[in-house]
Every structure is written in structure tokens, then in C-alpha cells.
């Protein structure tokens, strides 16, 4: 069966990043992230996970209450922010935003506690209106990325068997996985179907990957020093964000190219906890940060041509590993 939710969007001309940013990128070092501001979404103790942004810079993201309640949102490019998102069918108190488009349509995911599994849901902004998506033969289903045709990507366990990625592209879903990794996640995939995710390795480690538009996986992406990685979102340039850990327990924000293999840092002042979760066609990253006392804020940063950002390369791949017993485990998403 197919499920489409390619959508036309009629007059509407994607916005390029502008002057140097519009040129392949030929070193790291012609590159530094800039913090434009930080934002919450409202109310006494919330965290706010940020997750992607659109081109016409809408945000969608996570917060979580001081219940342990996790809803979705969107903060307008206006500042603005819309109700709390959640899933008609969320018996968990778990409803996730993870992507948004130009057309603001939404997804993510919601859990069932019923019965343990996660499941993917749409939302469009205005009128509210929800549709909740699960790939066929799937036990559990999340919804991580979508582009501005409405094509979209994620990961889903088909019965009896393990976590992989898929793409939904024009209706037709691809499934696919890392060889010999425990899960497989796709979180964002652009105009030409080039997706980004990561994956976890027999240790439990977690590494990046590219998935190209031919089918064909570029990975474990780490930096040197990294004791794990996670890129969550990649643009039309194919520049991408995430985040790695190192062996002191700080965990930094991170620029991709793949161009070069090399990697720009960007930890918010005075913490050691900075994730860029998303990246836009103007170079605009949206994540988070947490504060000394554990609380979480979203930001708002811009990828610039110069500045004097770190810079690393990316890590020589170990030993391929070898083929391992494997059984069905759900991965909660990492936000």
C-alpha cells in the first residue's frame, strides 16, 4: 500500500542561502556558528527541545513540563507559539514534534502506552487537524523528517524484527539499515532525498550516517575524540547538524561537511551540554542547550563565512563489526 502526502505548494520559491554560503564549502575554517538568541516555550520549568526549522523559519520541537509530560510545539518565525501538540490517541503523555515544512505541516510521534510502541502522527497548524501514520507491517512507527514535497523519513520495527530507517518518497516507503546495527534512524532527509540519522553499534554506541540519493550509506560519521554521535538534520546543501560526546562527558554541537569530512563545534557559553538539532536552506540551526541547574533551552544560531570556530576531522572507522544475534528492541528516538 501506498501513502502519500507530497504536497504542491503552488507560487512558492525556496529561499538559498546567499553570497559565500551558496558555494560548496571547501574548508571547515571557512565556517563558525553564531548565536542569534535563545527562546523557551512558556510556563514555570519547562524544558524546550527545539528539532527542526523550516525555510520561512518556523521552529517545531519538544518541551517537557515539570510532570514529565512531553508535548509538541511550534514557535512561528513571528515568535509566537502555538498551543500544545498532542495526539488524540497519546495514552503515554508523550507527543514529540520533530519535523515541519514550508506548508507548516508537522510530524512526530506519540506513545501508546498500551501497548509500549511508539507511532507517527501529521499535523497540519490551521484549521488543527491530525493524521496518524504507522508503515505498514510495523509494530512501532516514528516519524522524524519531512521536506517541502511532503516526503518523509524515520524508523519503524516491522513485526518480529529490527529497528530500521525508512523514506516515504512520492508514497512508496524504503526500508533500510546499517549492517549489523541495533537500530537505524533516519531524521531528516532534503529536496534530493539525501537523509541523515544515526545508528547504534553492538556496544550500544551511537555513530551518523549519510544515506546519498543513489541508496548508498555513508558511515559511522564521528569526530575524533567521540564517544558518541547523532546528526538530526541535514538542508538542500546537504550541510549538516548534530551533536557528539566526548570522554570527559560534555557534548557539543556540531557542523557537518561532507565535503571535506570535517566537522565545525559550537558549544553554547558556560555549558556542556549543546545539541543542533535542524538547519535550514538560509544556514539557519536551531537547538538546545542545558543550563547549570539542568534545565534546557532552545537556540537560534546562524551558520557565517570566518570566526575563529574549532574544527575537527572525522574519526578513522574501527574494525567493520561482525554479525551478532539480534532481537526486536524499540529505540526511543534521542531529541
Not at 50 to 78: A, C, E, N
Not at 139 to 168: E, K, R
Not at 200 to 223: E, M, N, Q, W
Request: net charge negative; aromatic share 10%.
Amino acid at each position: 500500500m501506498k501513502v502519500s502526502l507530497r504536497l504542491v505548494v503552488l507560487g512558492f520559491v525556496a529561499l538559498a542561502l546567499t553570497g559565500a554560503l551558496a558555494q560548496s564549502p571547501e574548508s571547515p575554517a571557512a565556517f563558525s556558528i553564531q548565536l542569534l538568541s535563545t527562546f523557551d516555550y512558556p510556563g514555570t520549568g519547562n524544558q524546550t527541545r527545539p528539532q527542526k526549522i523550516s525555510d520561512i523559519g518556523d521552529v517545531v520541537g519538544i518541551y517537557v513540563d515539570t510532570s514529565l509530560v512531553s508535548r509538541g510545539f511550534v514557535m512561528l518565525r513571528d515568535g509566537t507559539f502555538s498551543p500544545p501538540i498532542v495526539d488524540p490517541n497519546d495514552t503515554g503523555n508523550l507527543t514529540e514534534g520533530r519535523g515541519i515544512n514550508n506548508s507548516r505541516l508537522v510530524c512526530g510521534d506519540y506513545l501508546d502506552a498500551t501497548l509500549g510502541t511508539f507511532h507517527g502522527f501529521f499535523w497540519l497548524h490551521n484549521p488543527s487537524t491530525y493524521r496518524n501514520y504507522d508503515v505498514p507491517g510495523s509494530t512501532t512507527t516514528i516519524t522524524l523528517g519531512l521536506n517541502n514535497v511532503g516526503d518523509f523519513s524515520g524508523s519503524a520495527t516491522p513485526t518480529g524484527g529490527i529497528q530500521q530507517a525508512f523514506l516515504s518518497v512520492g508514497g512508496r516507503v524504503t526500508p533500510f539499515a546499517v549492517p549489523n546495527a541495533t537500530a537505524t534512524l533516519a531524521y531528516q532527509l532534503n529536496a534530493t532525498n539525501q537523509s541523515c540519522g544515526y545508528f547504534i553499534d553492538s556496544a550500544g554506541l551511537t555513530h551518523g550516517f549519510i544515506r546519498d540519493s543513489d541508496g548508498s550509506i555513508r558511515g559511522p560519521i564521528d569526530p575524533v575524540g567521540s564517544t558518541g554521535t547523532i546528526l538530526f538534520g541535514n538542508n538542500d546543501m546537504n550541510l549538516v547538524v548534530g551533536r557528539y560526546s566526548d570522554a570527559a562527558g560534555a557534548t557539543h554541537g556540531i557542523l557537518f561537511l561532507p565535503q571535506t569530512n570535517e566537522f565545525v563545534v559550537y558549544d553554547f557559553p558556560g555549558s556542556t551540554f549543546t545539541s543542533l538539532n535542524g538547519i535550514n536552506g538560509r544556514g539557519l540551526v536551531v537547538g538546545r542547550y542545558t543550563d547549570g541547574s539542568g534545565i534546557d533551552h532552545g537556540i537560534l544560531a546562524q551558520v557565517v563565512r570566518g570566526g575563529t570556530g574549532i574544527t575537527l576531522p572525522m574519526a578513522s572507522p574501527s574494525a567493520p563489526a561482525q554479525p551478532f544475534p539480534q532481537r526486536a528492541v524499540d529505540t526511543a528516538p534521542a531529541y
